[in-house]
Each structure stands twice: as structure tokens, then as C-alpha cells.
């Protein structure tokens, strides 16, 4: 029941005359990008990794020295990205190696050395500490970060990251259009199995009408078939097995999960929202089946929306 598709393909990957191709909008939620860059004596590096999830989700691994800009960091993400879970690692490295400074704490020195004096006084010792054993004590000296210029390092380091993110929107959209691709040939296939669940099911009707009166007439021979009889009954099995009304939504869904690809944008919760009503109408008319045909038919089609559904987990 799958039929080819390249025709289909050839042409709906055609753009409109002034309109953007759907192609370029629809993203995929795997991507990676990677930058380097230096200025005024410093090196930058960011790494970006993006895999699926339900909302975006940001982790960001650097330098304590850049921990002001967190905020800033996560802020220029979202102008890029909607959803995904996107880990961030970057590297900072002042090529003048000034990143920190030593801080000698000269009240914290004197409280020792008077402590340690006093303790020589009580016990009738020499006071033998030296200036370099004195300075091995607890916050006499700390390593603090030496002050930066946060304006001229954030200009530079937000270009490091809009590189990187950039490089990420690349591969999502490459990602994308394969997904695409995808989905619109899966599409294709449901609405094959639909139409032909719509053909078969007039005729399962009409078959049973005929094996019902070839039994009714085997049973009464010469008896005249009761019409009104024979009529009621096709007609409370035809009401039994009837799709019209999942085949008329099976259809209108479909649609509408090909417009929305179409349409392009952040629309993977409203795709896997279509595919779920889809698995519905797929349940009823299988439930609804009375013939192998259509029963396989319907088999197929939940197989194809489950497939759907799977790659719309990894659409933006």
C-alpha cells in the first residue's frame, strides 16, 4: 500500500516565489558547535552540545572568573535555541597569565605572631617562629582573582559564544531537513493506508450483505428471504464497523501535521500532539475492524505513528 514518492519529494521541496522554504525553519534538537577566539590578551573557547528534551535546559560549565556572565550567557542562548537540553563548557586563558593576585593579610599575621609570642611567655620557651614559617599559616596570603575589565571581556566573549551557537543553528537545521524529508515520505504512507481503509470498508459491508443472504437462503431453500430483515441487520453491522468519521479525522490530522512542517517554526509539541490524536483514531478503527484487510491496514498505520512520533521527540 506505500506508493513511490520522489514525485511528491521533487515538488514539495520547491519553494514559493518569495517565500522562505520550510526546510530552513524546522530544527532538529541535536546540534554541536565549537569557537576559539583572542582579544586584548585573552583566549576563548566554547563548546556546545544540544541534545532532545521537553523544554530548555541549560548547564553551563566555566571558569570562575566568567561566573558574572552566567546570566548574560543563558539570556543570548535562547535567542538561538527553544528547547533542547544544551550543555555549555568554556575555557578562559589570560595570555599574560594575570588571572589572579596574592593578597597578604597583615592583621591575621600580627594576631599570629602575638598568639605564638604569648605562648612562648607562658611555657618559658624560645620564641622560634621565622617570617617563613609564619607565612605558611592559614589566610596570612590568599589567591584572590585579580580585577578585570567585565565590559571589555564580555564584548569578546559573547562573540566567542554567538560563533558557537551559530555553528549549532547549522547543524540543527541540516538535522532538520532530513527530519523533514522524513516525516512528509511517513505522511505520505498514513494517508495511503487511510485511503485505502476508506475504499475497503464499503466493500466489507457489501460482502457481508451477500454471505448473510446466501446463508439465509441455504437455510430457508425455497422460503422467501425476509428483505426488511436482511436489511436491518447489514445495517446494524455497517454501523458496528464504520470509520467514517476516524477516517474523516485521520485525514484533517494529517493535514495538519503537514502544514505545520510546511509552516516550519518551533512546532514539535504541536506535532507530537497531532501524532497522539492520530494513535487514537488509529486504536478506534483498528477496534472497529472486521476484515483482515483493514485490520492489517490499521496495523500499518499505528506503526507509522509511532515512527512519527519517535522523530518528532528530536524536532524543535
Same mark, same amino acid.
Request: proline share 2%; aromatic share 8%; net charge negative.
Given at each position: 500500500?506505500?506508493?513511490?514518492?520522489?514525485?511528491?519529494?521533487?515538488?514539495?521541496?520547491?519553494?514559493?516565489?518569495?517565500?522562505?522554504?520550510?526546510?530552513?525553519?524546522? /530544527?532538529?534538537?541535536?546540534?554541536? #558547535?565549537?569557537?576559539?577566539?583572542?582579544?586584548? #590578551?585573552?583566549?576563548?573557547?566554547?563548546?556546545?552540545?544540544?541534545?532532545?528534551?521537553?523544554?530548555?535546559?541549560?548547564?553551563?560549565?566555566?571558569?570562575?572568573?566568567?561566573?558574572?556572565?552566567?546570566?548574560?550567557?543563558?539570556?543570548?542562548? /535562547?535567542?538561538?535555541?527553544?528547547?533542547?537540553?544544551?550543555?555549555?563548557?568554556?575555557?578562559?586563558?589570560?595570555?599574560?597569565?594575570?588571572?589572579?593576585?596574592?593578597?597578604?593579610?597583615?592583621?591575621?599575621?600580627?594576631?599570629?605572631?602575638?598568639?605564638?609570642?604569648?605562648?612562648?611567655?607562658?611555657? %618559658?620557651?624560645?620564641?622560634?617562629?621565622?617570617?617563613?614559617?609564619?607565612?605558611?599559616?592559614?589566610?596570612?596570603?590568599?589567591?584572590?582573582? @585579580?580585577?578585570?575589565?567585565?565590559? @571589555?571581556?564580555?564584548?569578546?566573549?559573547?562573540?566567542?559564544?554567538?560563533?558557537?551557537?551559530?555553528?549549532?543553528?547549522?547543524?540543527?537545521?541540516?538535522?532538520?531537513?532530513?527530519?523533514?524529508?522524513?516525516?512528509?515520505?511517513? *505522511?505520505?504512507?498514513?494517508?495511503?493506508?487511510?485511503?485505502?481503509?476508506?475504499?475497503?470498508?464499503?466493500?466489507?459491508?457489501?460482502?457481508?450483505?451477500?454471505? *448473510?443472504?446466501?446463508?439465509?437462503?441455504? *437455510?430457508?431453500?425455497? @422460503?422467501?428471504?425476509?428483505?426488511?430483515?436482511?436489511?436491518?441487520?447489514?445495517?446494524?453491522?455497517?454501523?458496528?464497523?464504520?470509520?467514517?468519521?476516524?477516517?474523516?479525522?485521520?485525514?484533517?490530522?494529517?493535514?495538519?501535521?503537514?502544514?505545520?512542517?510546511?509552516?516550519?517554526?518551533?512546532? %514539535?509539541?504541536?506535532?507530537?500532539?497531532? @501524532?497522539?490524536?492520530?494513535?487514537?483514531?488509529?486504536?478506534?478503527?483498528?477496534?472497529?475492524?472486521?476484515?483482515?484487510?483493514?485490520?492489517?491496514?490499521?496495523?500499518? *498505520?499505528?506503526? #507509522?505513528?509511532?515512527?512519527?512520533?519517535?522523530?518528532?521527540?528530536?524536532?524543535?
Amino acid at each position: 500500500m506505500v506508493g513511490n514518492h520522489g514525485l511528491f519529494c521533487s515538488v514539495i521541496f520547491k519553494y514559493p516565489e518569495g517565500k522562505k522554504g520550510f526546510l530552513e525553519l524546522i /530544527k532538529s534538537m541535536t546540534g554541536f #558547535g565549537r569557537a576559539e577566539t583572542e582579544g586584548e #590578551g585573552r583566549r576563548y573557547s566554547v563548546e556546545i552540545k544540544t541534545v532532545n528534551h521537553r523544554y530548555l535546559e541549560v548547564g553551563i560549565k566555566m571558569p570562575k572568573v566568567l561566573a558574572p556572565f552566567e546570566g548574560a550567557i543563558r539570556t543570548l542562548l /535562547k535567542e538561538y535555541m527553544e528547547r533542547g537540553k544544551v550543555d555549555v563548557f568554556i575555557s578562559f586563558e589570560s595570555m599574560d597569565g594575570n588571572t589572579e593576585t596574592i593578597r597578604y593579610n597583615s592583621a591575621v599575621a600580627h594576631d599570629y605572631y602575638r598568639y605564638l609570642q604569648q605562648m612562648a611567655e607562658e611555657f %618559658g620557651m624560645e620564641n622560634d617562629v621565622r617570617i617563613s614559617g609564619l607565612s605558611r599559616y592559614p589566610d596570612v596570603f590568599t589567591a584572590e582573582s @585579580a580585577e578585570i575589565d567585565e565590559d @571589555a571581556i564580555w564584548r569578546e566573549l559573547q562573540k566567542c559564544v554567538r560563533k558557537a551557537c551559530e555553528q549549532v543553528v547549522r547543524t540543527r537545521k541540516a538535522e532538520g531537513e532530513n527530519l523533514s524529508r522524513d516525516l512528509i515520505a511517513k *505522511l505520505d504512507e498514513m494517508k495511503e493506508q487511510v485511503a485505502f481503509v476508506e475504499q475497503r470498508s464499503p466493500e466489507v459491508v457489501e460482502e457481508y450483505r451477500r454471505k *448473510l443472504r446466501e446463508k439465509v437462503e441455504d *437455510l430457508l431453500g425455497d @422460503a422467501q428471504v425476509d428483505e426488511a430483515r436482511l436489511v436491518q441487520e447489514v445495517t446494524i453491522f455497517a454501523d458496528r464497523i464504520c470509520v467514517d468519521e476516524e477516517i474523516v479525522r485521520l485525514k484533517s490530522h494529517i493535514d495538519s501535521m503537514r502544514k505545520a512542517i510546511t509552516d516550519g517554526g518551533t512546532i %514539535g509539541r504541536r506535532l507530537d500532539f497531532i @501524532a497522539q490524536e492520530m494513535n487514537r483514531e488509529a486504536n478506534t478503527t483498528l477496534s472497529k475492524a472486521n476484515d483482515l484487510a483493514v485490520s492489517d491496514a490499521a496495523i500499518d *498505520l499505528k506503526t #507509522g505513528i509511532e515512527k512519527v512520533r519517535e522523530q518528532i521527540q528530536n524536532i524543535e
